[in-house]
């Protein structure tokens, strides 16, 4: 059951999108999700759905990975979109009964709100589907560069962030095995109430904690053996490229952004 | 305890390209009281087979019996399994996780709903079968030794009295002293409480020592279940599937070939001892 968990939920392939430089993935799905809160018209918002909707179709993720992406923000969802409808009370009443009233403004707002966040949770995962999380982890150490001026440290980030990926897989094999474990003892994890399951968890917890401090010390070792000593003068195996793909994909952004701001300027009710 | 395994099929990740079968159609009967080293390639599916047993893992096809009875034909029994047939994983070291190592070793009891004078004694009983000493039982379970938290990992299955014991690689990263000693402590606590006692190993010395039967795993499926001396015997098969037969016996098979009155079933150093003594006091005789 811990196998099915997928972080970083990277989606191979070889589309146009998978082989757009990294930091113009970052960069564009930024101006993206920025843009989508610049949005004000129904029209702008059907031009970012479908201009997302192609994106996905270029880079052959199949509709199933989208829907399994929006699947955890469905509760946040509904929880926003009731308080939208509750609380905003501008403009004509659409329902009223007793002290609870609904008007079309919240109604507007709930709608406007849930496509919002639906295509930002898309568009993220977008990124993540097409980008591997080594080359997120380098684009992200190369975008935050400038930063070093202000002495914050954009390489140790960006290697703890690699490392720390790294580890996932290896710690959910690890939990599984002490799972076994203690099963083996007679540890029941699976009936009970909360406060049960919480207790019976301690005994999975502490190895686990144990073995990944252990790890870590390991792991620290090992790279001051081979004389790792942080970020000054090291060069990358991978050395990041933008090509001519790169630049056609954020031109189409930005006539897409243009498109979608001009939009809330039409004479147009929606 | 009788385990019996009909058919067992196990695959892993089904549905997908890494689909992997594991076990294949196995079927084994072992009866009680016996030690039964497990030998095989990693990757030939003993830790999986062995996690079947106490039904860890759910067969894909196939029934485990124990004792006569389908492991998963009632679920809310399955506990009960657990405790007749006791697991020791592999580096069991890494389960430990309580504050003593008293109360580490009596976690399997407690969650067997014993009382505090049972558990204590089984405790007790479980340490000394261990070899850990008294003093050891108050002290935090990480202070110790590799060695010492190995056997408390042990103790800690021990102290539920399965009817049947399964030690995955026991000895796996122990120097030769403490291999044997944890070996011997096994094979004492077998002699006393005469369960039945499955030991995978990759030493082909330390099973022709240790164990009554030998089960031979070979990609997935069972290769040969038998005593110690038939299996042995077969060495040339053995060699085929890349396994090898004790050190010793490969001398004795060479002294043989090369014309030397000495028998070819030699499986432990002691045996062979005792043989080329007998051997040469007969020359002596002969000579004198």
Not at chain 2, 123 to 140: H, I, P, W, Y
Request: hydrophobic share 45%; proline share 4%; aromatic share 8%.
């Amino acid at each position: 059951m811990l196998r099915d968990i997928t972080i970083g939920q990277y989606f191979p392939g070889h589309s146009f999108l998978h082989r757009l430089d990294p930091r113009v993935k970052i960069v564009l799905t930024m101006i993206y999700i920025v843009l989508l809160f610049f949005v004000h018209k129904y029209v702008g918002f059907a031009i970012s759905v479908v201009f997302l909707g192609v994106c996905y179709v270029i880079a052959k993720i199949p509709l199933k990975m989208i829907l399994r992406s929006l699947k955890p923000i469905v509760p946040i969802l509904i929880f926003t979109g009731i308080l939208n409808m509750l609380f905003v009370n501008t403009g004509e009443p659409f329902f009223k009964w007793g002290i609870i009233s609904i008007s079309w403004d919240g109604i507007n707002m709930a709608v406007v709100m849930a496509i919002r966040v639906v295509c930002l949770i898309a568009a993220s995962s977008l990124l993540t589907y097409t980008t591997s999380p080594i080359s997120l982890t380098d684009a992200i150490e190369r975008l935050l560069k400038p930063l070093k001026v202000i002495k914050f440290p954009v390489h140790e980030l960006a290697m703890m962030m690699s490392i720390a990926l790294r580890f996932i897989p290896t710690l959910v094999e690890e939990t599984d095995k002490i799972m076994s474990a203690q099963k083996a003892r007679g540890a029941d994890l699976e009936s009970g109430g909360l406060l049960q399951r919480a207790k019976a968890l301690v005994p999975i917890l502490i190895p686990l904690f144990i073995s990944a401090f252990r790890r870590a010390e390991e792991l620290a070792l090992a790279m001051e053996c081979r004389c790792y000593h942080g970020g000054e003068g090291r060069t990358r195996m991978r050395q990041l490229h933008m090509g001519a793909g790169d630049a056609i994909a954020a031109c189409i952004t930005v006539v897409v952004s243009g498109a979608v701001i001009a939009a809330n300027f039409l004479p147009l009710p929606w | 305890m009788m385990i019996k395994i009909e058919n067992l099929t196990h695959k892993y990740s089904v549905g997908t390209p890494f689909e992997k079968v594991a076990v294949d159609h196995v079927n084994l009967e072992i009866e009680g009281g016996e030690i039964v080293g497990v030998i095989g390639h990693t990757g030939s599916g003993k830790s999986t087979l062995i996690q079947h047993l106490n039904g860890l893992l759910k067969p894909s096809e196939g029934k485990v019996y124990i004792n006569g009875q389908d492991i998963w034909a009632d679920k809310s029994k399955m506990r009960q399994v657990r405790f007749d047939v006791g697991l020791v994983f592999q580096y069991p070291e890494y389960q430990l996780f309580e504050e003593t190592v008293y109360k580490d070793i009596a976690f399997g009891p407690r969650n067997m709903g014993l009382s505090e004078s049972e558990i204590h004694d089984r405790v007790l009983k479980a340490a000394e079968f261990s070899g850990l000493r008294e003093e050891l039982l108050e002290k935090s379970p990480f202070e110790l030794s590799g060695g010492q938290k190995r056997r408390v990992a042990i103790a800690g299955v021990i102290a539920m009295e399965p009817k049947v014991l399964i030690l995955d690689e026991p000895t796996a990263g122990l120097d030769p002293k403490g291999r044997n000693k944890i070996l011997n402590q096994i094979k004492n606590y077998h002699d006393q409480v005469g369960n039945t006692i499955l030991l995978v190993s990759h030493s082909m010395e330390d099973v022709a020592m240790f164990a009554d039967k030998v089960l031979v795993m070979n990609k997935a499926k069972v290769f040969a279940y038998d005593t110690v001396e038939n299996v042995f015997a077969r060495s040339e098969e053995l060699k085929a599937i890349r396994l090898s037969v004790p050190q010793i016996t490969n001398v004795f098979h060479r002294l043989n070939e090369e014309g030397y009155p000495v028998p070819r079933n030699v499986y432990t150093v002691a045996y062979a001892k005792r043989k080329l003594l007998a051997e040469l006091e007969k020359e002596g005789k002969l000579h004198a």
